[in-house]
């Protein structure tokens, strides 16, 4: 995991409040051989920070965009739905992959997941051996074989 994405670093945002969860993701896209740079953010608003290059993020540059952005639902501050709707809403951020990594499974959550422009919903698995593979199929995929018009 790294505190300072450089410029033009191919990385993946992870914004994820619990600390066991977000150890046990970025664990799962090293064992996957994922090498990319992990941005670890623990808050919706940091998330949102980060993307729109505010505050202690306002060194970076908007257009090093994160490959994909793997986001929890439940999170402080600002909700990974209010992430996700102002990243679909932004010309300049609209066509960043985001992944809903989250442990809520109530059909509202997925149906305005999809509404807002999500890629991918997944409900994070309890079973440690399920969410590892969970974890590195999704990398995998996200990382070496889709192909994203934002890199």
Request: hydrophobic share 40%; net charge negative; with cysteine.
């Amino acid at each position: 995991m790294t505190d300072l994405i450089s410029e033009q670093t191919v990385f993946i945002l992870l914004v994820e409040d619990n600390p066991a969860d977000a150890e046990l993701a970025i664990r799962a896209l090293r064992r996957g051989r994922i090498t990319n740079d992990i941005q670890l953010l623990t808050d919706g608003a940091e998330a949102l920070d980060f993307i729109f290059c505010r505050g202690i993020y306002d060194h970076r540059q908007i257009t090093n965009h994160p490959k994909v952005i793997l986001l929890d639902l439940k999170l402080p501050k600002v909700s990974g739905l209010e992430v996700l709707r102002q990243l679909k809403s932004d010309p300049r951020t609209q066509m960043i992959p985001i992944v809903v990594m989250t442990s809520s499974a109530q059909d509202s959550d997925v149906i305005e997941s999809y509404k807002l422009g999500v890629n991918s919903y997944i409900v994070k698995p309890v079973d440690f051996e399920q969410f590892n593979k969970a974890v590195e199929q999704l990398g995998f995929y996200w990382v070496l074989i889709n192909r994203s018009p934002v890199s």
